[in-house]
């Protein structure tokens, strides 16, 4: 498979030559109401359900300081939040 194709890995994102490990379930109710989850490490990426999530957008993003994520939007329950980070 060419470097530059996505692909997902067991718990892994090959991605352009980058190798994105899938980190630990971040600290954080998933209730409906709270938006600030706090992962182990800094995340380079996060999804919401499987959707990757941008960083800084207004709408299905979220701000990020050190290992804390404010999402935009409240997750309900059920649903999962993941980041990823290359470590």
Same mark, same amino acid.
């Given at each position: 498979?060419?470097?530059?194709?996505?692909?997902?890995?067991?718990?892994? *994102?090959? @991605?352009? =030559?980058?190798?994105?490990?899938?980190?630990?379930?971040?600290?954080?109710? *998933? =209730?409906?109401?709270?938006?600030?989850?706090?992962?182990?490490?800094?995340?380079?990426?996060?999804?919401? =359900?499987? @959707?990757?999530? *941008?960083?800084?957008?207004?709408? =299905?993003?979220?701000?990020?300081?050190?290992?804390?994520?404010?999402?935009?939007?409240?997750?309900?329950?059920?649903?999962? *939040?993941?980041?990823?980070?290359?470590?």
């Amino acid at each position: 498979v060419p470097v530059w194709v996505k692909s997902i890995v067991a718990n892994d *994102i090959v @991605q352009w =030559n980058k190798v994105f490990h899938k980190m630990p379930d971040p600290t954080g109710a *998933i =209730n409906g109401s709270n938006r600030v989850f706090v992962f182990d490490l800094k995340p380079t990426q996060i999804f919401w =359900n499987g @959707q990757k999530l *941008i960083e800084d957008a207004t709408v =299905n993003g979220y701000s990020l300081a050190t290992e804390t994520a404010t999402l935009t939007e409240s997750p309900e329950v059920g649903d999962t *939040i993941e980041g990823y980070a290359t470590y």
